[in-house]
C-alpha cells in the first residue's frame, strides 16, 4: 500500500490554476490532505478556489517547470513544510493545433520543454525521498492522445507518446522500491483546455491544410460542450491513488475509450498483416 491511512497525505501538484489541477486541489483540501500547488500564478489560483474552501494545508507555490533548480526547491520546501511527501501529479500542460510543416522550432522546444522536460525535472526532485522511504505515487496525465495521433494535433501527441513511455519505463523501474505510477489518459473535458488560454495556435499557417483549419474551428467550438466531467476526473484520480488499484493506464472518459479501443484494434491489424514478413530481416538460425 503505497498511500498512508494513518495520517493526512502530502500532494505535490503541477498546472493547479484552472482544469483538472484545480479540481484535485479542491477536492484533495476538502479531504484534508495537504498540497503543493505548483502554478505559473499563486493569485489565479487563489482566486479559482475562492473563499470557500480551507486553504490552511495548502502550499502554492509559482514554478517555471522548465527549471530544474526551481523545481527542487519546490520539492524541498514541500518536505520540509508538511514533513514528507507522498504522491507527485505531473498535470501542467496546454493544447497545440497546428499541422507538422506550421509548426515552428520554438513551439516543439516550448511544449516538450513543459510536457517532458518539465515532468522530467520533477522526477528527478522527487523520486530519491519516495525511493528513500520505499512509498509513494506518481500519477502523469496524459490524454487519450497520448495512445493515438489524430491530424493537427501532432506536437501535442508527441509530448503526450514521450510522456507515455517515460511512464512505462518509470513504473517498472520504482516497483521494487514500493512505488506505484499511474498514467492518465483523459478524452475531452470541459474545462477550458479549448479556449485559447490554453490552446496555442501558430503564427502563421498555410492555405494548403484547409482540414486543419476546419478541425481547429469545430474545437474551438466545443468548448463548453466537452463530454467530461473535470470534478468526476478528478474523484477518478484520487480514487486510484488513494485505494492503490487499477492497471498502469486510467482512461477517463467513454471517448477516450473508445479512441484507444480502436487504436487498438488498427494496430493489433497492422502487427498481423507483419506477422509473416517480420522475420525476414532476422539472421539465419544456426
Not at 479559482?48 to 502554492?60: C, K, M, Q, W
Not at 505515487?137 to 510522456?163: E, R
Not at 473535458?189 to 491544410?209: G, K, M, Q, V
Request: with cysteine.
Amino acid at each position: 500500500m503505497t498511500y498512508p491511512t494513518d495520517r493526512p497525505a502530502v500532494w505535490f501538484v503541477t498546472g493547479t490554476s484552472r482544469g483538472l489541477g484545480l479540481d484535485l486541489v479542491r477536492q484533495l483540501l476538502e479531504r484534508g490532505d495537504a498540497v503543493t500547488a505548483t502554478t505559473r500564478s499563486t493569485g489565479r489560483l487563489l482566486a479559482a478556489l475562492g473563499d470557500g474552501v480551507d486553504t490552511a494545508r495548502l502550499l502554492p507555490l509559482s514554478v517555471d517547470l522548465r527549471d530544474e533548480e526551481q523545481v527542487a526547491a519546490a520539492v524541498r520546501k514541500t518536505t520540509e513544510h508538511f514533513g514528507g511527501l507522498d504522491v507527485v501529479v505531473n498535470n501542467a500542460g496546454y493544447g497545440y493545433l497546428a499541422a507538422v510543416e506550421e509548426t515552428g522550432d520554438r513551439d516543439v522546444r516550448d511544449m516538450l520543454d513543459v510536457q517532458v522536460v518539465g515532468v522530467w525535472n520533477v522526477l528527478r526532485a522527487a523520486l530519491p525521498g519516495l525511493r528513500a522511504q520505499r512509498s509513494g505515487h506518481v500519477v502523469n496525465v496524459s490524454s487519450v492522445l497520448g495512445l493515438t495521433a489524430v491530424p493537427g494535433w501532432a506536437l501535442y501527441c508527441a509530448g503526450k507518446f514521450a510522456l507515455e513511455g517515460l511512464s512505462e519505463a518509470l513504473a517498472a523501474e520504482v516497483a521494487d522500491f514500493g512505488i506505484d505510477v499511474t498514467v492518465v489518459e483523459p478524452g475531452y473535458f470541459r474545462t477550458d483546455f479549448l479556449t485559447r488560454d490554453s490552446l496555442a495556435l501558430p503564427e502563421t499557417t498555410t492555405e494548403h491544410y484547409p482540414a486543419v483549419r476546419e478541425m481547429v474551428a469545430q474545437h474551438l467550438e466545443l468548448q463548453g460542450k466537452q463530454l467530461g466531467d473535470p470534478v468526476k476526473g478528478a474523484a477518478a484520480v484520487i480514487d486510484r491513488v488513494v485505494t492503490g488499484e487499477g492497471p498502469l493506464r486510467q482512461l477517463l472518459g467513454s471517448d477516450a475509450h473508445a479512441y484507444a479501443t480502436a487504436k487498438v484494434r488498427a494496430l493489433t491489424a497492422n502487427v498481423d498483416a507483419t506477422a509473416a514478413t517480420a522475420p525476414a530481416t532476422d539472421h539465419p538460425a544456426t
